[in-house]
C-alpha cells in the first residue's frame, strides 16, 4: 500500500538545538499531518497542512514548532530550540481525501 | 476537550478466541477511525467507519454515533494480532484531525 517514509527513525540532540524532522508523504496526498506521542500516552494532534498553510493547530504546537512543505519536497517539522519535553515520538501522516490516513514509522526524539 | 477512551487496557487471549475492544468518545464524532499499532511504533490503517457496522477479514467495526460508543470485533485471533488497538475519532469541521484513545494492548498466545 501507499507508504508515508520519515528519515530518521531516530534523532538524539541537546536540550537548545534546532531539529528538523523529514516526512516524505505518499506522491498524490495534499493532507499532511504531525502527531506527537510520549513514551507510554496517546498520540496527540500538533499540527495538519494544507494547499501551503497550516490549516489547524494544537495547544501542543508551540512557538518554537514550524512546519513547511517547500516546492513539493518533504514536509517537515522544525523545532527551534528544542526543550526536553519535546522527547517523544512524532508521527507524520498524509492523505488525499481524508478518508484513510496513513502514517509513517515515526522519528523518535531525544533531547538530551 | 474531546476525550477517547478505550477498554479494556490490556486484553490476553489464547489463539483462536475473539477479541471485543470497545471505544467510548465524549462528544459528536462524524467517524471512528482503527489502527493497529506494531509494536516499534508504526500505525496501520484498519477501518474508518462513521456509523453501523463494516467489515474487513476478521475485523469487525460497529460505530454507534448517538450513543457516542464504537467497538472493533477481533474473530479467531492469531498471534501475529498481538500490538496495540488504537481508536481515534474525527469531529466535524476540525480539517479532519484525529483525537486518540490510549489503545488496547492485545496479546495473544499459543
Sequence with gaps: ?112 | GQQVQQSPASLVLQEGENAELQCNFSSTATRLQWFYQRPGGSLVSLLSNPSGTKHTGRLTSTTVTKERRGSLHISSSQITDSGTYLCAMESGGSNYKLTFGKGTLLTVTP
Design chain 1, 1 to 112: 500500500g501507499p507508504k508515508v517514509l520519515q528519515i530518521p527513525s531516530h534523532q538524539i540532540i541537546d536540550m537548545g538545538q534546532m531539529v528538523t524532522l523529514n516526512c516524505d508523504p505518499v506522491s498524490n496526498h495534499l493532507y499532511f499531518y504531525w502527531y506527537k506521542q510520549i513514551l507510554g500516552q496517546q498520540m496527540e494532534f500538533l499540527v495538519n497542512f494544507y494547499n501551503g498553510k497550516v490549516m489547524e493547530k494544537s495547544k501542543l504546537f508551540k512557538d518554537q514548532f514550524s512546519v513547511e512543505r517547500p516546492d513539493g519536497s518533504y514536509f517537515t517539522l522544525k523545532i527551534q530550540p528544542t526543550a526536553l519535553e519535546d522527547s517523544a515520538v512524532y508521527f507524520c501522516a498524509s492523505s488525499s481525501s481524508a478518508e484513510t490516513l496513513y502514517f509513517g514509522s515515526g522519528t523518535r526524539l531525544t533531547v538530551l
